[in-house]
């Protein structure tokens, strides 16, 4: 008989039983072939002390079946996520009202009205604390494989949870909703009513600093410190507790509901709503010009040349303010210049060596190796791929001139066809797409790199720049080869209306149908097929061997949950759920987008305007698939929208180019210049496109990337943190000259009497008192 939690006591301080079992944090789910002796392995280092290398964390079984794996549910103790937090630098908002370390033994600084050890910590830092613990399991000098699975080896330092889940031993791992916050989320996200700020512009100056500026940064800095590009809000019902935690914060507008996404969510999903409300309403502008113009019906603009002018300097505009923005949270969230995670990152590879920075054993890799698999491997086989991408959407514009050829020659029946070539290379993108996804994964793996970071910087590089390709190059081989400009507006129109729209249904609405519609039937129809004895034999749960262990038949030794614990049901219920990976495919849509919208302004103004109409239901989806159609997403400290931020950039850089250059092929604007020859047409906006490069070279050089305030934020708890240390070393360096009198003056210890001296403090020095009154100075 397995042993239950109602049978045996349980070392919490929630007390016994299975429903005074803290909440369930994260769950696993092992293969069912997996090796019992590995099973039990990986549950004595979650459950051991740390100094055997393990986790210090709860562990509890679901009531186990014969032939199906083992589903385990990790939780933790209220001290021991705190100690974790503490352990793994979390930084919080103090009483002073400065973001600092979380310390437990200064946790009083930590507790702010209404809040409790419940409520400290919130459910997204709860659960980075228990993936911190878990992803800290390595591998010893001696382990060197897994037990039971000797084909699986292990490297000394190596993550062992990585190790179970790439190697399949672990089929599903994934943090558990809480039901009852997620809810609480989500009733406001959806009823929500759009609104946005407006546009703040106030002059904070004193009299006597007006006259006086020491450099045009300083200018920037005196008189744009209260100017804030609008933000998109979601406005929640105001709930007291959050709001009464962050009022003091130095935020200056920090809007609460990024504050609760970020609370339940973590910091990568609350940064990109924060970056798709701002980006929205930066958009408002543009949308707004484009709308007049198509109302007014206006073309004395030659071709839109101002309107593209306007935006090629509004685009360095927006970025320059969203890296200000960007340090507004990071400063408010405690990941402002967080050091780039010094811990190498759970699957990275190498020679047990000590850290010089923390002193710990650590694995090392060299540096030398990964840049050459880089340079040397990982570079020619993108550029294989790239050339290859641009090869396809050649033959398929080949391919569309034939058929028009044919067209023309037989008549209507070549018509029929004509639409093959483009819905071919629509499957056949779709089909690199996600090939090469998986393949640029496993070149960023195999390069090996050290943190997280990196890791994360040189996977989305890889696919940013496919991406780009595929998805632009059609449209630059119809404006600079074709030179069809209708046809150009035409796509770039059905690139934001359709696409996206058909991004929408599939990524939010389409999953969620397909599953509620298939849950309401599957139970019945599989239990008629089970019934029916020419198909029962289907359903039969057969395990295969994994890896060359033989099958258990024995249940694991582990305490097992209620079966009526209404977690087990929760489990099931998310484990069917698609997992959320990250949000690369959602900045990835934005990016796409700002392509669009900027890169090909000069030919479709109202891009801008489909846009705005697209983002605010982009915010709906997204927070709806977030809530009910993926798993719940792991925690992923951030400071910035990373990479995707360069690659905004180069969008805009790009973008001055791509408009330039459909200016001067606009057979309107040659009017303009009738005596100009094409050389000196076309230097002509060659000047204007380093003009405006140069113009938004300047925007970026003085617009500081983090505001004053921030600034100072930082400054003062730098010197906050030398004051400190300078009063400890104060205290031990008194301490020290203390018992050094007393043992040069045959004194006695503090804390026992003495008739002879007694000292005395005065002055930061020491004197004592002789027998006869008299005081003595040192």
Known sequence: MQPSDSEDEIDSPDGPGASHIPATIYVIKFHPAVAREAIEWL??????????????????????????????HVSATKIKLLEVAESADLQKKSSSGLIQEFSVRDLDQFLYPGLTLDTVLTPAEREFCVRHELDAIRAKQEEGHVPGHPNVTLYPGQSIVSVYVAEELITDMFPLHDRQALESLASRWY????????????????????????????????????????TLAIPFPKRKDVCDQYAEAPGRGESYYTEEIRSYFGESVAMYFSFLGYYTM????????????????????????LFAAFNLLWVTVVLEFWKRRCAELAYSWGTLERPCQVEARANFIGSMEQNPVTGRFEPVYPMWKTRCKMYFVTCPLVGLCLLGSLWMMVMAFWAEEQLLDWKKRYGSIAGIFMHVPSAFYAALVWLMNYYYKKLATRMTDWENHRTQYEY??????????????????????????????????????????VT???????????????????????????????????????????????HGAPLEEQPVSILV????????????????????????????????????????????????????????????????KLCRVYQRPRVKKVGSIGVWQGAFELIGAVAVMTNCALLCLSPRLRPLAPAASPVEWVLLFVLLEHLILLGKMALMWLVPDQPLWVRQALEKISYQSKLALKNERGKKTR???????????????SGSRSRGTTPVAQNGGLRHRTPSGNYREY
Request: hydrophobic letters at 45%.
């Open 456 to 497: 994360d910087w040189h996977r989305v590089s890889k696919l940013v720049v496919f991406e780009f390709v595929n998805n632009f190059s059609s449209l630059f081989y119809i404006a600079f080869y074709i030179q069809d400009m209708d046809m150009l507006c035409s796509q770039v129109a059905t690139m934001l209306i």
């Open 735 to 749: 301490r020290h000259l203390s018992r050094r009198f007393r043992s040069v003056h045959g004194m006695p210890r």
């Open 561 to 624: 949950l209620d079966p009526k614990d209404p977690r087990i049901i929760q489990a099931k219920e998310e484990a069917d759920l698609d997992p959320y990976e990250d949000a690369y495919d959602d900045y990835l849509e934005m990016f796409l987008q700002f392509g669009y919208v900027f890169m090909f302004s000069s030919v479709y103004p109202m891009a801008a305007f489909w846009a705005v109409l697209n983002n605010i239901l982009e915010l709906k989806t997204d927070a709806f």
């Open 500 to 546: 996206q729209m058909i991004n929408h249904f599939q990524e939010a609405l389409l999953p969620y149908v397909v599953k509620k519609t298939y849950n309401q039937f599957a139970d019945s129809v599989v239990t008629n097929l089970k019934k029916h004895p020419l198909t029962a034999k289907l359903f039969e749960d057969v395990a295969k061997p994994l």
């Open 282 to 305: 930066a958009l408002g502008l543009p949308a707004a010009l484009g709308l007049l113009q198509l109302v007014l019906s206006v073309d004395t603009l030659t071709e839109y040349a």
């Open 43 to 72: 549950i004595e280092k979650i459950e051991a002390k740390h100094k055997y290398g393990g986790a210090e964390l709860l562990v509890r079984c679901e009531p186990q079946k014969q032939g199906q794996g083992v589903t385990v």
């Open 191 to 230: 009823k929500a009513i759009f609104q946005s700020a407006p546009f703040e512009f106030q002059f904070n100056l004193a009299v006597e600093d007006m006259p006086f500026f020491q450099s045009a940064s300083d200018f920037v800095e005196r008189v744009l410190p209260a100017f804030k590009l609008p």
